[in-house]
């Protein structure tokens, strides 16, 4: 579904990424694990056309997008959930996942697409015409993949969603992500909490100072000595 | 109509009420701009001035209509907007701001130098086409497609930019097109205040569209809340009155204005109208209600 062949990305003179390749394969959740500053968010803004690869190409369905503008890429189908939790803070946690289907037209799709999303997180049900600024750290992550699951989305780009947030809510967000991918949804996930990755992704790889230095089946990785080493503390 | 109410209304009143009018379409310009999409822009004065200009330049060397010598002022203005508006794809904050007051202060010193301008002398003899008539109209207008522009979809994207621009472009928004477009609908409405202001005061000069009118004009948007159109028009209002209440106080009056856009800050960090919101009100009404039961 996703290939990332090669790319090589740069932050003014600074070699961010080297000759990174990686696969999504549909229905999958595949997870991009590693340390602080190895380039998981830089690979995740590459595939989501915020940043641009010097080198390499990143294709979607077949067809290249790593020169496709952010919006269009969107409105192929590959939604982001940004780190962080960058919700809309003075705009209510309705206008907020309205925001999300920006790119539809469908009103009958998006109106059964927002009863889907409370179904799911029903916390922002009761939420409804409260500001986003206002929520709790978690709500606001659930909020924010709320929003990126109203653009109906095949591949869904989530960057570090256990950031900040206390081990109960972690367990939470991963029970719900491992449901979105239930649903059909392809998930993309980028993590430094590499044990909870692992445990709920079918492929894994394994990211370091900007070059993929292990991939494997998720399995395979958790209980590999190098991958407990290195981000497990042993 | 006009000769009507320049009957029934005294000529000073009358003057305030159209500066009003100017002043509304010229902040809800700045409004779109910075209130709404988030781009802070300290450079208004110099959109006003290019509108102001234009049109006057063409109304003293041609016999266009009077519609025609504005809307050409305000594009005018809205091509520069444009143009200021490319460095805001890469630039935010302070930056930006930093980059809008350089652009002012290029337009006020070419005008210093710009023959056809008057140079520094400015320009006199304007013939004063501005009514009350118009400027009401105009207005209404300009307040009309604010609030439909805010209501749409487009008008939400702007409004996301503000919020978050990341958060805004994950879900789909073309930022890019927003904020260019943003700083030309800002520019055109300050283009279209300028225009109007030149043709009602019959003279113009580059000094007075320097650093000051732009922060007033910030002011007005600030004070209102950002992004509000009910807040806005409230800051015009109170910030154009408010001199002309405190001439009572002579040499202190811009003390007071000063302490007073302070102490308005203090006491409504948001604005007068920033943080408020239909639904709020429409909440805290049975709320009440059920609090009298209890007791």
């Known amino acids: 579904m996703l290939q990332v062949n090669d790319i090589d990305v740069f932050y003014g003179s600074i070699q961010a990424l080297?000759?990174?390749?990686?696969?999504?394969?549909?229905?999958?959740?595949?997870?991009?694990?590693?340390?602080?500053?190895?380039?998981?968010?830089?690979?995740?803004?590459?595939?989501?056309?915020?940043?641009?690869?010097?080198?390499?190409?990143?294709s979607f369905k077949g067809r290249e997008?790593?020169?496709?503008?952010?919006?269009?890429?969107?409105?192929?189908g590959i939604s982001q959930?940004?780190?962080?939790?960058?919700?809309f803070p003075s705009m209510t946690v309705m206008e907020n996942l309205k925001m999300g289907a920006y790119l539809r037209n469908d009103k009958q799709g998006i109106v059964s697409d927002l009863n889907a999303v409370f179904d799911r997180f029903p916390r922002l049900q009761e939420r409804i015409k409260q500001m986003a600024g206002t929520l709790s750290g978690g709500e606001q992550q659930m909020l924010a993949m709320g929003r990126a699951l109203m653009a109906r989305p095949e591949l869904l780009l989530m960057d570090e969603p256990s950031m900040g947030l206390a081990p109960l809510l972690v367990k939470e967000i991963f029970d719900i992500i491992?449901?979105?991918?239930?649903?059909?949804?392809?998930?993309?996930?980028v993590e430094q909490n590499a044990h909870m990755a692992l445990s709920i992704a079918n492929y894994a790889y394994v990211i370091e100072t900007g070059k993929i230095v292990l991939s494997g089946p998720a399995q395979d990785l958790i209980n590999s000595e190098e991958v407990k080493k290195a981000y497990m503390g042993g | 109509m006009d000769a009507f109410i320049t009957q029934q209304i005294d000529a000073y009143y009358l003057r305030i009420i159209i500066i009003i009018g100017i002043n509304i379409i010229l902040a809800l310009g700045l409004n779109l701009t910075t209130g709404v999409t988030g781009q802070l822009s300290m450079g208004h004065a110099g959109f006003m001035s290019l509108g102001a200009y234009t049109a006057a330049i063409l109304s003293l060397h041609t016999t266009l209509p009077f519609v025609v010598v504005l809307i050409a002022g305000a594009m005018a203005a809205?091509?520069?907007?444009?143009?200021?508006?490319?460095?805001?794809?890469?630039?935010?904050?302070?930056?930006?701001?930093?980059?809008?007051?350089?652009?002012?202060?290029?337009v006020r010193v070419f005008f210093l130098n710009f023959e056809l301008g008057g140079k520094a002398v400015g320009l006199a003899g304007i013939p004063q086409q501005t009514t009350f008539s118009i400027v009401f109209l105009i207005m209404m207008v300009v307040i009309f497609l604010n609030i439909t522009l805010l209501n749409s979809h487009t008008g939400k994207a702007l409004y996301s930019i503000r919020e978050n621009e990341i958060a805004a472009q994950a879900c789909g928004v073309n930022t890019t097109q927003l904020k260019i477009l943003c700083f030309a609908m800002g520019a055109f409405l300050g283009g279209l205040g300028?225009?109007?202001?030149?043709?009602?005061m019959y003279y113009i000069s580059p000094g007075e569209f320097g650093f000051m009118k732009s922060i007033e004009i910030l002011n007005m948007v600030v004070l209102g809340g950002m992004g509000s159109i009910p807040g806005t028009i409230l800051g015009v209002i109170i910030l154009t009155i408010a001199p002309e209440f405190l001439r009572v106080v002579a040499d202190y009056r811009l003390l007071f204005y000063g302490a007073m856009l302070v102490i308005l800050m203090i006491f409504r960090p948001n604005g007068l109208m920033g943080d408020i919101r239909w639904y709020d009100i429409k909440k805290r009404l049975p709320k009440k209600e059920v609090k009298k039961c209890q007791s």
Do not use: C, H, Q, W
Request: net charge positive; aromatic share 6%.
């Open chain 1, 18 to 58: 080297k000759k990174i390749s990686l696969e999504v394969k549909p229905g999958n959740i595949v997870t991009l694990i590693g340390a602080n500053g190895a380039g998981k968010s830089t690979t995740l803004k590459t595939i989501s056309g915020l940043l641009r690869p010097k080198n390499g190409s990143i």
């Open chain 2, 78 to 106: 809205a091509l520069f907007g444009i143009i200021i508006g490319i460095p805001s794809l890469r630039l935010e904050g302070d930056y930006l701001a930093i980059v809008t007051i350089g652009f002012a202060e290029i």
């Open chain 1, 178 to 189: 491992s449901f979105i991918n239930s649903t059909g949804t392809t998930i993309f996930l």
């Open chain 1, 65 to 76: 997008i790593s020169k496709t503008s952010p919006n269009k890429i969107v409105g192929m």
């Open chain 2, 194 to 200: 300028g225009g109007l202001y030149a043709s009602y």
């Open chain 1, 81 to 87: 959930v940004p780190e962080g939790r960058r919700v």
